[in-house]
């Protein structure tokens, strides 16, 4: 199994330079984790002393603050920090902390102003953070004001329309520390996508937990089944990037290779060859050619509506490119849109974490197009990009509402987490399908281990 996995290719033909090209394997070893770093309150201090506080996170999207003066809110633990766009168009960030008593100035999720004032005493801040209104300043003594009191700065950097920030004083830049292939994320034009759908949903488990889950297909064949019938488990494409990164390139329009019967049609099938166009009726193919039939009716679709899929291979036209970005994160990567999910640990319980989900899409003007049905949008959503939905949040116990799969992995993920928990677990034991997980944990124990 382990050479199979290893050398599975989901396109042969693709050159060193494609972005579908397998990367060489990289051995992570074979350790058998201690499993207490899924519920020690004693590592989760670790991670925040260590991982959180000095690594490049993702902290939104570009396209929610596209004016001057339009802000965004990133909440990690117990640090909340201000993300604004500039006069000049670039993008700051900054501790959502005043300067005089610690007072959070932005209280909402998203706004746009001309410039930050403290409902506490009035203070007044521009979009860089400097105060230019102190009240009452007369009766402050001139000493504690010789050096002008701002918002304390966060490093903050952008790439392929994502916000990233660091908490570090002294941070790598972040493409020390961005594994990707340059063009890899800018090849699906994130920077056009708008969010029509935001999710924060609670779970009790350990974020770690939500990653492992999300970083693998090996469990879909028993907890998500429904799947088998359009998604191909077993022919998934890993590949391993530098500073824990990595991607699983997961064909979709085929079955899966455990089911014997590869020729005979299913629902599931005919229902995204009609998303994508295909008179199902008329289809003269099997199973195994629905996926490059979709394909091709894409390329028609682009060609008539110029969305510019040439840019893409026929692969990536079908096939999700679920692409992690360490430390906490997830893009599923699609021609029509992304989902960008971060696990967000929790405050203070390390068994429990926050799943947060933004749907994006790119919007295209046009009366023939419509956002295609399998990205789970209920029914009557904005997709225009002209209004940014509220951020839906989910207690802890209730179903996400995101869909079938996710949904179950919100009822199994508990169970998981308890199971961790007993003294008869001495620790995961990973296989060659989930090798992303490994490496995800290998680069974890670098920074736990004062390695970086």
């Known amino acids: 199994m382990k050479n199979v996995v290893e050398s599975w290719q989901i396109n042969p033909d693709a050159g060193p330079e494609d972005l579908e090209a397998k990367q060489p394997f990289i051995d992570n070893g074979l350790e058998v984790m201690d499993p207490s770093r899924y519920y020690s309150k004693e590592f989760m201090e670790f991670e925040w002393e260590r991982l959180w506080t000095r690594t490049w996170l993702i902290a939104g999207i570009e396209t929610d603050i596209p004016e001057a003066g339009d802000y965004t809110v990133f909440r990690i633990r117990h640090e909340s920090i201000i993300v604004v766009r500039q006069k000049d168009g670039s993008v700051n960030a900054m501790y959502n902390a005043c300067a005089h008593r610690g007072n959070q100035i932005a209280r909402d999720d998203r706004g746009s102003v001309e410039q930050f004032t403290c409902g506490f005493h009035s203070w007044q801040f521009d979009l860089d953070g400097l105060c230019t209104q102190l009240t009452d300043g007369q009766t402050f003594n001139s000493k504690l004001l010789r050096q002008r009191p701002r918002l304390k700065k966060v ?19 972040l493409m020390e520390r961005f594994g990707l292939p340059e063009g890899y994320l800018e090849a699906y034009e994130l920077d056009k996508m708008h969010c029509v759908r935001h999710v924060i949903s609670e779970w009790a488990a350990n974020w770690k937990s939500g990653i492992d889950a999300f970083y693998e297909t090996y469990h879909l064949h028993i907890v998500h089944p429904e799947t088998q019938d359009v998604m191909d488990d077993m022919g998934v494409q890993v590949d391993l990037y530098p500073h824990g990164c990595s991607r699983m390139l997961v064909p979709i329009g085929v079955k899966t290779k455990r089911q014997s019967d590869q020729e005979s049609m299913n629902p599931s099938l ?124 989910v207690p802890i116990g209730e179903p996400p509402n995101l869909g079938q799969v996710l949904d179950q992995d919100s009822e199994l993920l508990p169970v998981v987490q308890r199971g961790i928990r007993s003294k008869g677990f001495n620790g995961p034991i990973w296989g060659e399908q989930e090798q992303r997980l490994r490496h995800f944990h290998v680069e974890l124990n670098r920074y736990i281990d004062g390695e970086k």
């Open 155 to 173: 490093h903050c950097e952008t790439k392929a329309g994502l916000i990233f920030v660091n908490l570090d004083e002294n941070p790598p830049p």
């Open 270 to 393: 005919q229902y995204m060859m009609t998303e994508a166009g295909i008179d199902v009726a008329s289809f003269t193919g099997s199973a195994a050619d629905v996926r490059a039939a979709i394909q091709k009716a894409k390329r028609e679709r682009s060609a008539r509506l110029d969305l510019g899929y040439e840019r893409f291979t026929d692969g990536q036209l079908t096939d999700s490119w679920a692409t992690g970005v360490f430390p906490n994160v997830q893009i599923g990567l699609h021609p029509e849109g992304a989902f960008l999910m971060r696990f967000m640990p929790h405050p203070t319980d390390p068994e429990k974490f926050y799943y947060d989900t933004m749907t994006l899409v790119r919007p295209i003007d046009d009366s023939d197009y419509s956002v295609p049905g399998w990205m789970g949008l209920p029914e009557g959503t904005d997709t225009s990009g002209k209004t940014r939905p509220d951020i839906e949040h």
